[in-house]
């Protein structure tokens, strides 16, 4: 893998990862976020709600395209009415079922999206999809019944199918999969994965998005240090968000981002 060598330039002053109550498992306005992002002296804030397709399992967190439409129909009164205060964004974050590849390219086609992040969520284990981004322990227990480094290997091989087969502008919180199992570690084998991903996001002209949620959850930004220097030495763009999923998380932790990426 190659060293971390480019001096990458990143805004702090847009909140690109932004969630809403649409999703079900978020609480909050979309009015409630944007007046956060101003409060907070941000230049502008991108929603970014889920879509999936095809998920079998026992929750449901992601937005119908009646939500969607609900969605950009507030989207749109909110950019009109604070056009002067903040720019406000309307994107999706598409998470990936290679079963259902074309559906959801379909329906990214649809819409308008600002942004379009790439993230993977859900990994088929018999019947059934595991979320691996969930902190409910009957997933946990599922995850580790299924075997962790194996879901993560399968993680990673469909986020880079993502990658390369969805029309993406940035990769979502790419090392946060299992994030609630404190055992887990990347393997070299899950780098070089990794590596590999980094490249075809590099191809596609795409940006590699820094979660600061992970310094909630695990006392480091999504992806790790390691990651980030592999992004920058290929010179992928680097974009924040917060993935709030409550008015009171937009532009946390934006702080400490500067400074992070001046001493790698």
């Not at 969630?19 to 956060?36: I, N, P």
């Not at 480094?149 to 469909?158: C, G, I, P, S, V």
Request: hydrophobic share 35%; charged share 25%.
């Amino acid at each position: 893998m190659p060293d971390a060598t480019a001096d990458i330039p990143i805004i702090t002053t847009i909140d690109r990862h932004v969630h809403t109550k649409l999703c079900h498992h978020a609480s909050g306005e979309m009015e409630e976020y944007v007046l956060a992002a101003i409060q907070q002296d941000l230049e502008g804030l991108i929603f970014l709600e889920h879509m999936e397709e095809g998920i079998n399992g026992n929750e449901k967190t992601w937005l119908t395209e009646e939500d969607f439409d609900s969605y950009f129909s507030e989207g749109k009164r909110l950019q009109e009415k604070y056009k002067s205060q903040l720019t406000i964004g309307l994107g999706v974050e598409c998470g990936y079922n290679p079963d259902r590849q074309q559906t959801l390219v379909s329906r990214l086609d649809r819409r308008n999206w600002d942004e379009i992040g790439i993230s993977c969520h859900f990994i088929k284990s018999a019947n059934e999809h595991i979320n691996l981004f969930s902190r409910k322990e009957d997933n946990l227990k599922r995850a580790r019944e299924s075997g962790s480094e194996q879901l993560l290997d399968a993680y990673f091989d469909t986020l880079h199918e993502a990658v390369a087969t969805l029309p993406g502008t940035k990769v979502c919180h790419l090392d946060g999969a299992l994030r609630f199992l404190p055992e887990i570690y990347l393997t070299d084998n899950h780098l070089e994965k990794i590596d590999q991903l980094l490249l075809t996001v590099k191809t596609k002209g795409m940006a590699l998005e820094i979660n600061t949620s992970g310094l909630v959850i695990r006392g480091e930004q999504f992806p790790s240090r390691a990651i980030l220097k592999m992004a920058i030495s290929y010179e992928i763009p680097l974009v924040v968000g917060s993935d709030a999923h409550m008015p009171e998380q937009v532009g946390r932790h934006f702080n400490q981002i500067k400074a992070l990426i001046e001493k790698l």
